[in-house]
């Protein structure tokens, strides 16, 4: 019989799991794992970029805000039909899932917004399943998004509650939870995860697992980032993100929100196939991967270096099932 669901988790029994010898916790994630999903099966989701840079938000983590002087390019929104082509050749590459970034505070109801519109009704004709991140949302706009096709909207917390205000300023963890609100009402599926080695302590790790884990519905898609260390933001010279953390933190997320995809997303390009295979045995189901071979604005491994490990690890991508979860990014 299937581990239950609960939304009634407390922060004493988040914390009792995490703190469990580590190959307890991920004997019990794989438990959970295979109860409910196939272990051997792994979402490869596409992310592009259709709008780069110049964010006027100042996440601290992130290359695009146009506070710090990074190497990335400044990019407007890109034409439909570059989009599009896109798309076909990540659907082409074996990718179900297509994300679309666009480095936005929030959605302003103008011409852009329209030419999204159109990219996701796009990308949805092509059979693939469309997921956006573009900064907070109303709930006309979000409804908007979901009759144009939209099936996932990603917005992370990106980290706990307590320690959000380090991080970001322009912004407040509850505008976070509004729009994830907002999307839910549409009838949108959920994608919201946060990022680990921000600075944060365990118990804001636990911290963010119990919001996500609280939620009257868990979010279907859960991504465990590993901050990528962008030169020129203010954490470039944050340590790298210890392995075992990683896989602590997948393995938990498995355990307390069992039916959702746990995505394996931003830190993969520092990662070993074998620390990428301890990952998938704690529950991550889910990966990005891209023809350009970033994600968003940094490094990511490619789709036939990836294709290499799924043959290595007897993993194969997952059919695209629209009733499902999603993606990392704002
Ligand atoms: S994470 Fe998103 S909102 Fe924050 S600075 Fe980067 S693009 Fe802007």
């Given at each position: 019989?299937?581990?239950?669901?609960?939304?009634?988790?407390?922060?004493?029994?988040?914390?009792?799991?995490?703190?469990?010898?580590?190959?307890?916790?991920?004997?019990?994630?794989?438990?959970?794992?295979?109860?409910?999903h196939r272990?051997?099966e792994?979402q490869?989701?596409?992310?592009?970029?259709?709008?780069?840079?110049?964010?006027?938000?100042?996440?601290?983590?992130?290359?695009?805000?146009?506070?710090?002087?990074?190497?990335?390019?400044?990019?407007?929104?890109?034409?439909?039909?570059?989009?599009?082509?896109?798309?076909?050749?990540?659907?082409?590459?074996?990718?179900t899932r297509?994300?679309?970034?666009?480095?936005?505070?929030?959605?302003?109801?103008?011409?852009?917004?329209?030419?999204?519109?159109?990219?996701?009704?796009?990308?949805?004709?092509?059979?693939?399943e469309?997921?956006?991140?573009?900064?907070?949302?109303?709930?006309?706009?979000?409804?908007?998004?979901?009759?144009?096709?939209?099936h996932?909207?990603?917005?992370?917390?990106?980290?706990?509650?307590?320690?959000?205000?380090?991080?970001?300023?322009?912004?407040?963890?509850?505008?976070?939870?509004?729009?994830?609100?907002?999307?839910?009402?549409?009838?949108?599926t959920?994608?919201?995860?946060?990022?680990?080695?921000?600075?944060?302590?365990?118990?804001?790790?636990?911290?963010?697992?119990?919001?996500?884990?609280?939620?009257?519905?868990?979010?279907e898609?859960?991504?465990?980032?590993?901050?990528?260390?962008?030169?020129?933001?203010?954490?470039?010279?944050?340590?790298?993100?210890?392995?075992?953390?990683?896989?602590?933190?997948?393995?938990?997320?498995?355990?307390?929100?069992?039916?959702?995809v746990?995505?394996?997303?931003?830190?993969?390009?520092?990662?070993?196939?074998?620390?990428?295979?301890?990952?998938?045995?704690?529950?991550?189901?889910?990966?990005?991967?891209?023809?350009?071979?970033?994600?968003?604005?940094?490094?990511?491994?490619?789709?036939?270096?990836?294709?290499?490990?799924?043959?290595?690890?007897?993993?194969?991508?997952m059919e695209n099932k629209k009733s499902e979860s999603?993606?990392?990014?704002?």
């Open positions: 019989m299937n581990t239950a669901i609960r939304n009634n988790w407390t922060k004493e029994e988040i914390q009792e799991i995490y703190d469990q010898p580590l190959l307890e916790l991920v004997y019990r994630a794989a438990t959970v794992h295979r109860e409910w272990a051997s792994v490869v989701c596409t992310l592009l970029s259709v709008k780069t840079g110049g964010c006027p938000e100042d996440c601290s983590y992130c290359g695009q805000a146009a506070r710090y002087h990074t190497d990335i390019k400044v990019q407007a929104l890109l034409p439909t039909e570059t989009v599009i082509a896109h798309a076909q050749k990540a659907k082409d590459s074996g990718s297509f994300c679309m970034a666009a480095a936005w505070r929030e959605v302003r109801d103008n011409r852009d917004f329209d030419r999204v519109i159109d990219m996701v009704k796009g990308v949805n004709d092509l059979g693939l469309v997921c956006c991140t573009l900064g907070m949302l109303t709930e006309e706009q979000a409804v908007r998004l979901r009759d144009a096709g939209l996932a909207y990603n917005h992370n917390l990106d980290t706990s509650e307590q320690y959000y205000e380090e991080i970001i300023s322009t912004r407040k963890f509850d505008n976070r939870i509004n729009t994830i609100n907002h999307v839910r009402k549409a009838g949108i959920v994608c919201s995860g946060g990022i680990i080695g921000l600075g944060e302590t365990h118990k804001d790790r636990i911290s963010m697992l119990l919001t996500l884990a609280t939620m009257p519905k868990h979010p898609s859960v991504p465990v980032n590993a901050l990528a260390r962008v030169k020129g933001t203010p954490l470039e010279h944050n340590p790298k993100v210890d392995i075992w953390d990683m896989v602590r933190m997948i393995a938990t997320a498995r355990i307390v929100m069992p039916a959702s746990v995505r394996l997303s931003a830190g993969r390009i520092e990662m070993t196939e074998t620390e990428q295979a301890w990952c998938f045995m704690a529950g991550a189901n889910s990966i990005f991967t891209g023809e350009r071979e970033t994600l968003l604005v940094t490094p990511n491994p490619g789709v036939s270096e990836d294709m290499q490990m799924f043959r290595n690890l007897g993993l194969k991508p999603s993606c990392q990014v704002h």
